[in-house]
Every structure is written in C-alpha cells, then in structure tokens.
C-alpha cells in the first residue's frame, strides 16, 4: 500500500513538474485530438484566446485562434493531418505577427492521434523585416547611384538573409553561377540540401567577423574555381541583418597554377632524363635547395643527405674543389654567370665529370641575393666525344692519305670536301673550290649521264658504280670511275660521298686500242694483264699471249668450246651473279676482285662492253690482273694494322694505370709519413728492455701491421710505376719455392698446386718483394676462380723471343726471357671480361669481395720490370697467366747483398740537421737520434734548412732531409747548400719520390736514399755509414 502511494505520489510530482515547465513557455501550445479540438493547453495559450483553461478544452482551435467557423484555408493543422509531417504557417491578428505549427502525433501503427500546435509571436521579426524594408526603401536612392558601379564590378557580388537566402545579385554573379535571388544560396549554387560546410556568410553572422573561403563547382562552362570574401552588412544601429560574398572568379589562376605544377612535373622528368639538376642557394641565409636530379647525379639520397654547399664542395674531387669554390666567389662578387666543370667522387668511388653554370640574382638595389643553376653528368658525353674525336682522326688519316680521290657534295652540287689526291689529280687548291659546284667541274658531254645518278643520289638511293669525265684545272679531261653514297638525315639527302678513280690512263689505253687497229696486236699482247674478248654468248674470240699462258689456251681456230666461264672458272656455265653477265645486260663497265680456285689466285676483272660503230652492242673485254702479290701485301697490312692497334690497347691501358697510379702515389708521401712515425716508435719500444711478455708481442704485430701497410703503398705506386724499386739479381725459382708454404695457404685444402720449376738456374734483375705479390695476387685469383676446388699450376722457364713473336704481341724488344706460367682449372673468362681484367676497379667479384686493383697492380709491376704480361682463358677451361721477364746478364749474379762490415750505430756527439715537414716524423727522428748521441737541430721545410744549415755550417756533420715539403723540396735544398758547401753530407728521405726524380730527370741520386716507413736499427746504420765514409 505504502508503494502505491509512494508511485502516485512520484507522479502527480512529475505531472506538476510537467505542467509548470508546459506553463512557462513564451509560446502558446495546445494538444489537439485527430479532429483539431483542444485537449489541453498552457498559460500563454490560455491568455492568447483571453478565455479560461474551461472554456477552451474541447473546442476547435480555429475558432479560438482564427473566430473560423470553418477550416482556415492554409491551417498548418490540416496539412499535418494529411502530410504526417510539421507545417507551418503565419497570420496577422490585430496587427501582431504569429508563426502556427503544428506537429502530429501518431501511434505505434502511423494513425493520427492529434497533434501539438503552437502559437509563436514574430511581431518583433516582422518588424525587423519591415525596418530592414524601411532601410531598403529609403536606401533606393542611394541604390541607383550604386547598382551601376556594383554592376560593373568584375567580380561576382550577393547578398544573403540569415536563412542564406539570396536577396540580390550583380550582373557578373548572375553571370557566374545564373541567377538565383529568392534561392537558398546553398541549393542554387552547389545543389546542397544544407548549407555547406565552411561557408564563409554563417561564420560572418557568427562572429561578425569577414571570412575568406574556396569554393569549386561544376557549370555548363566547364569547373568553375572561386574565392569567396564574406563579410556583415550592418544596419545603422551596427546590427547585421545580411551578410556580403564577393567571389572572385579564380578559375584562370587555377589553371595556372595547375598548369604551373604541370610545368613543374614536366621539368623535374626533363631533369631526370637529361640528367640536369637545378640547385638555388640564398646568399643571406646560405640555405640551398636542390632538385630531386642533381642529388641522383650526385649519388645522394634526398631523404638523407642535407643540401648545402659544404656537401658540394667536399663532393667535388680536391684538385678541382678551390676551383670551383673560386668561380662561383667571383660570380658573386662580380654578378656575373659562370660555367665550370669539374669532378666528383660519388660514396662508390666512381668519378663523375660535372658541368656546372649559375647566375646570380640580384634585389632592386643591386645586391646580390641569392644564386642558382644548373649541373649536368658530362662524363658519357666527355667520353663519347674523345671517342668520336679519336675516330674521325683515323677516319680522317685514311682518307687524306688515300691514293683514290674523295669527294663530298652538297645536295645543290657545291662541293663540300675532297681529299688531296682529288687536289692533286685536278690541280685546284682548296681555296679555288670554295664558291664552285660539281657541275662546274664536270665535262660537258657528261652532264646528261651525270644528272641520272644526281637524281639518284637526290632520291637517297646510293650509287655502286658510274663513270664520268671531269674537266682538270689546266684543261685536262680526266676520266674517273666510282662510287656514291648519302648521308641522310630527318629523311633529308644532306650530302653525298663520292668514291672516285682516276682511270684516266686506262681510258686513254683502251681508246688506243679501240682506234690504233694498226698498233692493236702489239699493244694487246704486250700487255701483262690477261684480256680475252668475248662475244655476246660468252664465247671468247680473242685472247692475248698473258690469257693464253694463263688460261691455257689451245690457237683458237682450234677451239671447239670457246666458253669463257669453261677456262676461267672450269665450269660448263656462267656463275651465279657474274657481274660480266651483268656488264652484257646494261652496258655498263663493271670492275671487280675474286679469287678463282680453278686459276689458284687473286684476280681483278674488269669488263668492259664492245659496240660496234652503231652503238650496239655485242660483247665484252675482259682485263684480268693477277693481283695476288697485291692481296699478299695487304694481307701484310692488315697484319701490321692489327699490330698498330694492339700497340694502340697497351699504350690506353698503360694510361689508365699511370692515371689510377697517380692518385695513388698522391697519397703515398702522408701515407709513408705515418707509416714511419708506427714503425720508428715501435722500433725504439721493441728494443727497451722493460718491453716484455705480451706487451712485446701487441708490439710486435703492431709493427708487422705496419710493415704490411708499406707493402700495400708500394703496391698501389706500381700503378704509376714511379715506386722506387730495389732490383738486385735473384733467382726466379728460389723466389717461388721461398713462397711455396704460403701459396698453400693462401689457396686452400682443397686446391691441388703443382711446382714445375725449370732445371736452369733462373736469374732476373727484380724487386723480390714485388715478384712475391705478382704470384700471390694471381694464386689469390686462381683460388676465388675455382670455389669448388682444382688444381693450380706454377712453372718457369727460359725462352728466346725474336722480333717477330714480339711484334705479333706488341712487345717492345726481343732478347732472352724467364717466363712464369701460373695455370688453373677454374670458370674461366669470356672475351670481354679478358678484354678488361687491367683496368682498374674493374671486377667479376661481388660487391665486398675485391676492389679490382690486384690485376692492375700486377700489370704496374711487370711494366716496370720492363716486362710483359699475357692471359689465356675461355668460360670453363681455366685461365693461364703467362709473364715474361728480361733474364739478367750473365755478369749478374743471384747472391744476396749480405753486409758483412760491422758498424757503430751510435753516435759520438756529431751534429745533425734534420728536414721534415711532419711534426710527428720531425720529433720521431730527434728522439732516435738523441737516444744513441747524436745532436740534433730542426727544420720544416726546404727554406729553413738552408737557413739553419747557414747558421751551423761548421757544426753540422750530416743533413737528414725528406724530399717533399713546403716552399722547397729536400733535393732543392740539399743543391743549393752543396754549391757553396760541396763536402756536404746528406741523406734524403721518401716515401714517394717519383715526382721529384722526373722533374729533375735523374736516374740514380748524388746521395743515400731512405725509403718511408724505415726503421730506428735501418735509419741509425744509414747514418753511421754516409758519415764514415
């Protein structure tokens, strides 16, 4: 019970809270049945029909509401009850404005169960919308004197209620998007159902401030782009009451700007095909920008490499770095463009030639402001061209030293080019040519024929023979015989070549004996070339003594086949093509080499047609020269041309290596520096007695690390073959069985070496330590060559090469050699890779596993033994490298230069000068030198030793002076002081002295010499000597 009370309690509560809420709405509501009558309703209703809650319950509404007796015509109440949905309506009741809606309410099944209708006072709006007509009407006036200039407005002006409808338009808006006042704007203009999302008017009458926005629709003229400036327009209270657009028709910038990325793609894939970046460099903020093109060029990666000129400069490759830095100081300075090129070493190691041209932009006041251009990847192009170059220089040989005459015509018929033979055959010079065409040059009574094989050539159609007669400078009639091709281009005839013979003498002998009948069979068989006469069935008529003796030829009349092919080519018919027939058929002369294996030799025919007096025709001559001896010599020739060209590779590859051996020698002077500071402290460490156990043993592979490192340096400078070697006799056999137990290691278990050693004793004048690495390097090879075992072969021998076996190989000198022949059983090579094997960097090996030097050091090091080096090889049957190295005199001996004498390594107070540029190296030298009593004064450089030498001249008893250093080298100064001090002693120091040795043009130094990295026990013996002496 308690319950129910406590639940009707609950709900009279929220009854009387409802109706309190329902009595304290502004409008008037009511809740109608299906038929319109009032269920119940609020206070605002009740005072707005002025009747009590008792006298409205029941009643119409329309009879409260509108005093109807019958249905109001647009009641929103009767709309509801057939649309199901909420309608609306306005009415004016004694001058106050009223909005009616009713909303329905159904049941669960959709019927009609009543509805809610609510009365709401506009009287306010209406009075708004009748100021804002007020304002309208008395802004008439001002309208007429601004709808002219708002119409003339280019762009597009509206204006919008706060419902976004439009209330008016300019004629360029009306133009834009049509017309559409009375239209909600976002349904006229871009057929949305709401206004759109964005809109720059609904944020204007949300914070009165002005919005700029970009729109883009379709109409019938194509996309239409605009920008849209929303801002208020106010009453004169500063109260918005509309809101402004003025779109501005930005289609024509669209498109620029589409068209402009456009370019931009267009430019960036142009970049990328031509292989030119762009770059632009701000000069106040040094910040730079590069296109995606010049980081490829550059090997770069864009997401990881930031742009700067710093990368740039450490890019570009040292020699040309202060270059390049140079122009592009100096085209700031002076404003001026530049164009450069220079070279680059990408991460790879690759070199690249970069052409490089800037501009730099200046502001108003003629300050420069930043700086921009373009660099392009020449390499391919700077090597087509040196190729090219290369090649028209021997085409051009060959045609200014050709026998025949040249000629090259214009299609117009100016002449162009001709060789000197055609100078020399017509008597013109070059400059007599120079306004003259070919017609000028050719005979009259041959300008008809020539006009047919003009059009030919003008036709693009080459051709094969023609004859014609030419009129010399002097008069002459000079009849030539040849051929002519075209040189096309854009399917364009742009010039004609023309092959021509001067047959002249042939022409007048052939004359002769056409017209001297009297002198005819003298002449005819006195001639050394076979010629035989033929009618037009191939029977052969006439034949001089040579043919007869040839041929074989019984007396004609004895003849019963007369065939021609029957005694030239033992055949019972005519060959297939014979030219001769050819000949018969147009009566044209043909000229051609054959070798007939029925006569056993090289024969040249030439067929000439016979007419009788009528012009007819009715056979052939035949002149055949034996031109066998003639195709001997050009046998020899091409087999000497053969040998040019092979001279040709060696000279290329030895260039290659004396390029890729002076970068390597560039480094080698630093590199030896330290090589010699490790060396001479681990030295001086090694013999303290304090250094033991396993201290001594860190310390005794820090040295051997070091004298490997001076190995590597002497083989890198083999590339230039400026090392200093140390060639001493020595016995190529000894040397490879001293190598055996480590050429095992180094190939492995499970590749079986054979050592087949020549009986003689094998003597050569060499740098041991270099013929070492030429066999380790070629077994390291070997080994990498056969992955799943085999057998490597080591052998030597003594040979005589004579002059033909080394012209044959392009070997530069003859005599007695010791021949090395290191064979294996691996994969072998093709042609091509063979063709490439020393060049440098070039490699089979995958990335990682070789650095393509080893070959290419060996070369280096046969070269500058004054040998020769050779490779045999085909894909899978093996390799062998065979080498060739001058055998020693027989006065030369193998025994090893053992010094025998003692000497006092310590010194006993004497004074010496030391010279080094290294600060490292310096102090390493005065600590040995003091260590074992010498004393010691310094310099560092060439400049300062001449000045402390001037200081002590009568002190100092030796001169230890390293040969590169600043302001002047070490041999300079040692030159300078012994002119005014020529009892002078001195040693010199190096590790690279190659380049001062070639300058000078010395062969053997005045003075000892100490190669870098040497040791404190070599350098303290060196001293002691050369002062003892």
Known sequence: MNDRTETLQEIR???????????????????????????????????FVEKSFAGIIGHACRELCFCLGGQKEDCPIMACKRTLQRERSVFNRGGQWFEVSADPIVDESGQLQGAVHILKDITEHKQMEEALKAAVARAEDEKAKTESIIEAIGDGVSIQDRNFRVLYQNLAHRRMVGGHVGAFCYSAYEKHEHRCVGCGIAQVFADGGTHIVQRSAPTDRGQLHVEITASPLLDSKGNIVAGIEVVHNITERKKAEDALRLKQYFLSEAQRIAHIGSWERDLATN???????????????????????DTLLNLIHPDDREKQRRAVTEAINSKQPYSTEFRIQKHDGSIAL??????????????????????????????????????????????????????????????????????????????????????????????????????????????????????????????VEGSASVNMADGKVKSMQCLLHDVTERKRLEEELFRSQQDWEYTFNSITDMVTVHDKDFNIILANKA???????????????????????????????????????????????????????????????????????????????????????????????????????????????????????GIAHDFNNILNVIMG????????????????????????????????????????????????????NDIIRSITAMLHRVIGEDIKMNIELCKDTVVIVCDT????????????????????????????????????FCSLRGFDHAGRFAVMRLTDTGIGMDEETRERIFEPFFTTKAVGKGTGLGLSIIYGIVA?????????????????????????????????????????????GELVLIAEDDVSGRRLLRVVLEHQGYRVIEAASGIEVIERFREHAQDIALMLLDVIMPDMNGYDAYEMIKQQYPDTKAILMSGYTADILEQRGIKELPVSLLKKPVSPHELLKVVREVMDE
């Open 354 to 479: 970069i052409h490089s041209q800037g501009e730099v932009v200046c502001d108003e006041s003629g300050r420069p402001v930043f700086i921009r251009g373009t660099a392009q990847d020449i390499t391919e192009r700077k090597q087509a061209e040196d190729e090219l170059k290369e090649s028209e220089e021997r085409y051009r040989s060959v045609i200014e030293n050709a026998f025949d005459m040249i000629q090259s015509i214009a299609p117009d018929g100016r002449i162009l080019y001709v060789n000197p033979a055609w100078l020399r055959i017509m008597g013109y010079s070059r400059e007599e040519l120079s306004n003259k065409t070919i017609f000028e040059i050719i005979h009259p009574a041959c300008q008809s024929k020539c006009s047919n094989v003009f059009s030919r050539l003008s036709a693009g159609s080459s051709v094969e023979h023609f004859e014609t007669q030419f009129t010399s400078k002097d008069g002459r009639v000079i009849d």
């Open 13 to 47: 509560d929220a009854n009387d809270e409802w109706r309190s809420t329902f009595d304290a709405m502004d409008e008037a509501v009511a809740l109608l049945d299906a038929e319109g009558r009032i269920q119940r309703c609020n206070k605002a209703m009740a005072a």
């Open 681 to 732: 402290y681990g030295g001086l460490l090694e013999s303290m007695p304090a250094i033991t156990g396993t201290a001594k043993g860190f310390l005794s592979e820090i040295i051997s690390a070091a004298d490997r490192a001076a190995y590597l340096t002497r083989g890198l400078l083999a590339f230039s073959r400026k090392q200093h070697l140390e060639l001493k006799p020595a016995d190529l």
């Open 769 to 804: 330590m270099q013929v070492e690495q030429i066999i380790v390097n070629l077994a390291s090879n070997a080994r990498d060559a056969m992955p799943s075992g085999g057998q490597l072969t080591l052998g030597t021998e003594i040979v005589e090469l004579d002059e033909e």
């Open 547 to 665: 043919a007869e003796k040839i041929l074989g030829l019984p007396l004609l009349e004895k003849l019963n086949d007369r065939k021609c092919f029957s005694y030239y080519h033992g055949t019972d018919h005519a060959p297939e093509g014979c030219p001769s027939c050819g000949c018969l058929q147009s009566g044209e002369s043909a000229s051609f080499e054959v070798f007939e294996p029925h006569l056993n030799m090289f024969i040249e025919i030439r067929a000439i047609p016979r007419f009788d007096s009528s012009r007819n025709l009715i056979g052939l001559i035949h002149v055949v020269r034996d031109i066998t001896e003639r195709k001997k010599a050009e046998a020899e020739r091409e087999r000497l041309h053969h040998e040019k060209e092979l001279l040709h590779e060696q000279l290329l590859q030895s260039q290659k290596m004396e390029a890729v051996g002076t970068l390597a020698g």
């Open 864 to 908: 500058q033994h004054r040998g020769f080096l050779e490779c045999e090889s085909e894909p899978g049957h093996g390799t062998v490298f065979t080498i060739y190295l001058p055998l020693a005199a027989a006065a030369d001996s193998a025994e090893n230069d053992v010094e025998s004498r003692e000497y006092a390594a310590r010194g006993r």
């Open 287 to 309: 910040h730079v920008i590069w296109s995606d093109e010049l980081f490829r060029i550059f090997g770069l990666d864009p997401d990881k490499t930031h742009a700067d000129f």
